[in-house]
C-alpha cells in the first residue's frame, strides 16, 4: 500500500494547564496555516495530550476537526507538570504562576510523520506564506537566534544570551529540519540536554529554574554546530515577537490591533496595526479573546494569495 | 496643562505611532522580497536585478549565485530574472501605496486605519 503521508508539514505541540487553552490556539493557528501556506488538515500534526483534547472536543469539535487530521497523544509526565511552573502575565497588571508542560518538544523528530518539518509554537501565529521559502531548503536545520520585537525601540539584552557572557540563544518558536541521520543526532543532543538539566545549568550558567526549550535547543545547537557560534543558519523568517506586558485590541478580518507597553513607560500601551507578517504572542489570554475572530478569519476564503498576485510593473501604479 | 503642550504630546504620540507604522512595513516588505529557489534563500534587491540582468545581456543561461547564506546556488538565470522583477515591482508598488497612506495621515487613528472611535 502506498504511503499517503504527505512529505511537508507543520507540527505543534499544546498541552492545557488550567488556565491557558493550548490545544485551541494550536487550532486556530492551524486554521491559518492552511489558509495562509496553502497547505490541508492532514499537513498539520497536533502534539496533545488526552485531557487537554477531551476540554476542546466540548468546546470546538468541529474546528478540531478541521485543523488537523493527525492528533498525536502523549501520556502527561505528572511531577514535571507540578514542578515545572513560570510566570504568565496578561500584560502587567495580571500576572499568574502556572504550570508550564514543554518537556516533549525535543520529541519532535520521532513525532513528526513528515520528511520535512516546520515546528512552530501553537501561539506563533501564521498570517503570511513567509513560512514556505523554508520548503526545499538545503540546510537541513535551521532556527532563529535573532528576533525582532514589534514596537521599536524596546530592548531585552538578556534575550540574546543564555548568560551576559554565554553562548548566542535560538528561539526554538519556529524550528525547521528534514529527517536526515545529521538532524536525528540534534534532537539526540536536545533530549541529553533536558535528561541532564544540572550539569548544562552549571556549564552554561544559565537560570535552571524553569526549563525551557530554547536553552537546550542553543545548546544543542551549540554542541552540535562543533562548539561554533551561530553554526546552525537563521531561517528565511524574521522572527517577530510581542511579550506579555502587551495586549491585542482587536482583529479585524487579517489586521491585528496590538497594545504594546511604551519603552520606560510601564502600563502605558501604543496601538499597533500587524497584518501580513507572522508574529509570536506571548500574551495567551489577548489570544484567547480574540479566538473568534482568529477563527472567523481563518475560515474566510482566500481571494487573492500574496504569491498570485498580478503582476504590476512600475508604470501601473494606482494611488 | 496648557492646551499648547497637550498638543504637543498628542503630536509625540502620533509621531511614535507613524515610526512604528512605517517599521512594520518596511519589515513587511523585507519578508516579501525573500525568495527561495533550488534549496537556497534569496534577498531581492537592486544589486540582485542589476547582476542577473547583466547575466542575461551576456547571454548567461545559467549560473551560481550566492544565496543569503552564501551558499552556491544554480539558477535558470532568464526565469529566475523575471520572477524576482515581478515581485520587487509587485512589492515595493504596494509597500509606495501603503507608505503614502501612512505619510499623509496626521492623526493617530488615520495612520492605524481606524476612525476616531476606534472601530
Known sequence: MANKTPKRGILMFAHNNQEINYLQLAALNALLAQKNLGITADQVTIVTDRASYDYCET???RELAAACTNYVFTDTDVA????????FKDTQHTPKVLPFYNINRCDAYDLSPYEETIMVDADYLILSDALNNCWGHNNEL???WEYADVMHGRKFPELSRLNPLGITMYWATVVYFRKTPEVETFFNCVKHVKNNREYYSDLYKFNNSVYRNDYSFSIAAHTWGGHTDKAVPQLPVTLYK?????DIYKMQDECLYLYLEKPRSPGD?????????DIHIMNKWALGRISG???????????VKQTECVIKRKDEVVV | MSAKLTKALEFANYRVTMNNQQAKLRAKTQGLLTYSINGGSFK???????????????????AVLLDVYDNPILVEIKDFYDEILSRYFEVTNDYYLEYEKIRKSRKTHKVLDLNSDGE
Not at chain 1, 269 to 277: N, Y
Not at chain 1, 296 to 303: D, L, R
Not at chain 2, 44 to 58: G, V
Open chain 1, 59 to 61: 468546546v470546538m469539535e
Open chain 1, 293 to 303: 475572530n482568529i477563527l472567523k478569519f481563518a475560515e474566510q476564503k482566500t481571494v
Open chain 1, 269 to 277: 500601551f501604543m496601538l499597533t496595526k500587524w497584518e501580513g507578517i
Open chain 2, 44 to 62: 531581492i534587491d537592486r544589486t540582485l536585478i542589476t547582476f542577473c540582468k547583466a547575466l542575461l545581456d551576456d547571454g548567461t543561461d545559467v
Open chain 1, 80 to 87: 514535571f507538570k507540578h514542578q515545572n511552573t513560570r510566570l
Open chain 1, 242 to 246: 510581542t511579550f506579555d506586558n502587551d
Open chain 1, 142 to 144: 535551521m532556527m532563529n
